[in-house]
């Protein structure tokens, strides 16, 4: 079975610094993996997903993520965030034949600070 | 298109009450998804309709739940005699056929007291 694993449950960070939420998963075939951000009570909206192709995947508001096979890793990366970047962000895995389904990790909360 | 739409946004009901949610998903969407969070969790799938068809159920989905998808069209999900554990926010999504372009409504969040 498939699962996800968020690293952390919270980030701080300060304004205009770079950040990485940290993302693994487990899965015994090929998967599809996908970050999600979710604002205080609304429903997620999608930051980005990897497919296929291209191991360096680009998304919204300046988002980027890398597909790692060998370390079954997916990162998100943003080189300088902002204060509206403050949000819960999800990790998420779905296996080809799985009626695209998502697997979601926990969230890990980033807070941007001034 | 005005997206996924919920309704309630938030419900409070006591406990052994039956609550009934409904999604709208966008119009030309055939797939349609219940997601279920508690509090500091991601989302958990429910279940999932092709068309009117439900095709999948988690196993989360006891026998106190129940989904339709009348037509293909709006979905609702039913929760007979409520539990504390049942809390959480119900999270709607559509997508098209065959690809991964989920939309995810704002939820309904079920308090039960």
């Known amino acids: 079975a498939q699962s996800v694993t968020q690293l952390d449950s919270q980030v701080p960070v300060f304004e205009e610094a770079p950040v990485e939420l940290r993302c693994n998963y487990s899965?015994?075939?090929?998967?599809?993996l996908f970050w999600y951000v979710q604002y205080p009570n609304q429903g997620l909206q999608l930051l980005l997903k990897?497919?296929?192709?291209?191991?360096l995947v680009k998304g919204i508001n300046g988002f980027e993520a890398e597909f790692n096979k060998s370390q079954t890793s997916f990162h998100l990366r943003k080189p300088s965030v902002h204060i509206s970047d403050t949000a819960e962000y999800f990790c998420?895995?779905?296996?080809?034949?799985?009626?695209?389904?998502?697997?979601f990790g926990k969230g890990t909360l980033l807070t941007v600070n001034p | 298109d005005t997206g996924v739409s919920q309704d309630p946004r938030h419900k409070i009901t006591k406990r052994g009450q039956n609550v009934t949610f409904r999604c709208d998903p966008i119009?030309?969407?055939?797939?349609l998804y219940w997601y279920r969070q508690t509090l500091g969790q991601g989302p958990e799938f429910l279940t999932y309709?092709?068309?009117?068809?439900?095709?999948?159920k988690s196993r989360l989905l006891s026998d106190r739940f129940s989904a339709e998808r009348p037509k293909g069209s709006f979905s609702t999900l039913e929760i007979q005699r409520t539990e504390q554990g049942d809390s959480a926010m119900y999270l709607c999504?559509?997508?098209?056929?065959?690809?991964?372009?989920?939309?995810f409504g704002s939820g309904t969040r079920l308090t039960v007291v």
């Open positions: 999504a559509s997508s098209p056929a065959e690809n991964y372009g989920y939309t």
């Open positions: 899965s015994s075939v090929s998967v599809y």
């Open positions: 990897y497919l296929s192709g291209s191991t």
């Open positions: 998420a895995v779905s296996e080809p034949g799985s009626n695209y389904k998502l697997t």
């Open positions: 119009s030309e969407h055939n797939r």
């Open positions: 309709f092709q068309n009117e068809a439900q095709l999948e």
